[in-house]
């Protein structure tokens, strides 16, 4: 209860329930066709993002920005601290040879060094590729080439011998340093006679348009091009969503804002989030992996407030409370709470928001006892205290929103790419609508062009692809992105994503078919693992889908079947195509009967990006799978 609770006082608070209006703009038949939000930041004329950690020490010194795990323990790094290492770091840059403008890569999990070199390289003038821990040396090539970056900083020797391997041809191999040899220690020496002096003047020279980062794309269907981001693109993202979100957050909890940063760095969604984090000196915590069974147990160590993740992640936590309640035998009882969640919930959402009544007596007792059985047991999930949780990558499932939102979490759904510097829209904390992914970010604009395309224009959007000025032509028009997505917008400027224009599929009887719904959908019910959905030039849409590994195993268990039994036999099973074709029809409730899947197949193993099969972003390489799997795909429309 006390999620909503403080979401009514903080509407009550007109100056946070009207500090942002959108206007929408429709054409001659009355349909919308443009939403805008006027910035609640104005750009900044002068400086940029690596002035953030020196700020912070001359305002608020004792003030702790972050902390580092150490066993068990989380230390805090007060901003005083943080602003020196970044200068010593940023010295020890200079000293071994960086220019202003010069690039050097970071191949790393999620850590605190990230952030610190990140800022290092910044405060030095410098611009940041990052690189995926797993990426290959085949990509590591590419991108160390094609930025010229001339020193690569890698996590561990096992980075550093596919840096090697990559880069053994180039005319002159970069430089490589290793966290886990203490680059940062070796950095810090190097710079050691350097006047501090050296580094703020570096920093002076940098402006608002200057490059901050070149961010590659994951590559989904081709070679991977470089974003170049500007300290304003980093600004007008962070500084937007900070004012729109953080003063509600703080009075919906009464609390410090506190978050456990998981994402990939070399994800544009994290870094936003880092820099959002630091402005407003938000304790940070870092963690190395997205995989819900080895985060939870951090969460519960670290404890936020909020969490910024994808759908794969509440999809998993879902999954997990379904799978614990069906071994001590509650299946039933967890599939109750699930439906008297979403019903509560869109109850609830329409009195919030003037639309209708809010839950009867029976209702409310029914949520009341499942959020005593049920509900609470997902919070402590997620350490206990996180009361909201911002979505992103992809769509998340109406239904599970609806579920979240009765647990005590609102999940915040935004749409954006590494072009849009993360999220170009994000549902408004004190208007939610599941089902969409938000309004225009303020300070940013989004058109649905003729044929539904999305087109964005903002201080979010990047200014050009490296080195490539077609591909930029191609994407940029009169300062309007082309995201290559469609989508919709309805009466109030909220936008629903229905699909990706490439992506859509045109059976042999015509219809147009946009798979992402229908994979968002089914990829969100157990025990599906990921999917692909075909169909085109067929006469009927069909679909590729793996078991997720937890779901099986927890599955047969259950079931008192061996734990190794083959997919092969279980793809034979009817209970197991029966749990699949459930997952199926839930995804099939979306579309019309001619879009709607007719026949599936389970594939043996998994798409991951140890396979090529997924990008790290965990998007799936549609060509790659579709070439993989060409004969079940053929048997497919044989049966």
């Known amino acids: 209860m006390g999620v909503r609770k403080d979401l009514k006082r903080a509407k009550r608070r007109t100056d946070l329930a009207s500090r942002t209006r959108v ?38 010194p004792g003030a702790v920005v972050l902390r580092r795990r150490h066993g068990d323990d989380w230390r805090p790094v007060a901003a005083t601290v943080f602003a020196a290492e970044v200068t010593d770091v940023a010295k ?8 202003p403008g010069g690039r050097v890569a970071i191949m790393s999990r999620t850590r605190y060094e990230w952030t610190l070199l990140d800022f290092a390289v910044w405060a030095a003038g410098g611009v940041t590729v990052p690189v995926y821990a797993t990426s290959s040396a085949d990509q590591v090539d590419w991108i160390v080439r094609d930025s010229g970056a001339t020193l690569v900083v890698v996590e561990n020797a096992e980075n550093a011998a596919t840096v090697t391997t990559g880069t053994a041809r180039h005319p002159r191999p970069p430089r490589i340093l290793e966290l886990d040899a203490d680059a940062v220690g070796t950095l810090t020496a190097l710079g050691r006679d350097l006047p501090d002096d050296e580094v703020t003047k570096r920093r002076a020279g940098l402006a608002p348009d200057t490059t901050a980062t070149l961010c590659y794309t994951s590559g989904t269907t081709g070679r991977p091009k470089g974003c170049v981001l500007t300290h304003a693109n980093l600004h007008a993202e962070a500084a937007n969503l900070l004012e729109l979100l953080h003063p509600i957050f703080k009075e919906v909890t009464g609390e410090t804002a506190s978050t456990l940063l998981f994402l990939p760095l070399a994800h544009i969604m994290g870094r936003t989030l880092q820099i959002a984090c630091l402005m407003a000196r938000i304790e940070t915590g870092h963690f190395p992996s997205v995989k819900p069974d080895e985060l939870r147990p951090a969460l519960k160590e670290f404890r936020p407030t909020f969490l910024v993740g994808v759908p794969y992640l509440f999809e998993r936590i879902h999954d997990a409370g379904r799978a614990t309640a069906e071994r001590i035998g509650r299946g039933a009882s967890f599939d109750r709470a699930e439906r008297v969640a979403v019903r509560f919930a869109e109850a609830y959402l329409r009195k919030f928001l003037g639309r209708g009544k809010g839950p009867g007596p029976g209702l409310y007792a029914a949520w009341a006892l499942y959020d005593l059985l049920v509900y609470r047991r997902i919070r402590n999930e997620l350490g206990g205290r996180m009361r909201y949780a911002i979505s992103g990558g992809s769509p998340l499932d109406r239904t599970l929103s609806l579920f979240f939102y009765a647990a005590g979490i609102i999940v915040y759904e935004g749409y954006g790419l590494t072009e849009t510097t993360a999220a170009a829209t994000l549902v408004p904390p004190l208007a939610p609508r599941p089902g969409t992914v938000g309004r225009p970010v303020p300070g940013t604009a989004v058109r649905i062009a003729d044929d539904g395309e999305i087109l964005i224009k903002g201080g979010v959007v990047f200014p050009a692809y490296w080195n490539n000025p077609a591909a930029t032509a191609e994407v940029l028009t009169d300062d309007w992105f082309t995201t290559g997505d469609l989508g919709a917008l309805d009466e109030d400027g909220y936008l629903t994503i229905t699909g990706r224009k490439k992506d859509l599929l045109v059976t042999s009887g015509g219809k147009n078919v946009s798979p992402a719904v229908l994979e968002d959908r089914l990829r969100s019910r157990t025990p599906v693992g990921q999917c692909l959905v075909v169909g085109d030039n067929r006469a009927f849409v069909g679909a590729l889908i793996t078991l997720d590994p937890d779901a099986v195993a927890h599955w047969l268990s259950v079931r008192g079947l061996p734990a190794g039994t083959p997919l092969a036999e279980l793809a034979r099973d009817p209970r197991m195509r029966a749990e699949v074709q459930r997952a199926v029809d839930y995804a099939n409730e979306a579309v019309s009967r001619a879009e709607s899947i007719r026949a599936f197949t389970l594939i043996d193993g998994e798409f991951s990006e140890a396979n090529g099969l997924l990008t790290p972003s965990l998007k799936v390489k549609r060509h790659a799978v579709t070439e993989k799997y060409a004969q079940e795909i053929e048997d497919l ?3």
């Open 23 to 60: 206007a929408v703009i429709r054409d001659a038949s009355g349909v919308v066709r443009e939403a805008r939000s006027a910035p609640l930041v104005e750009p900044p004329t002068t400086g940029s993002i690596a002035d953030l950690p020196f700020t912070n020490a001359a305002e608020d």
């Open 92 to 99: 020890g840059l200079i000293a071994q040879g960086l220019e």
């Open 637 to 639: 429309y044989r049966k």
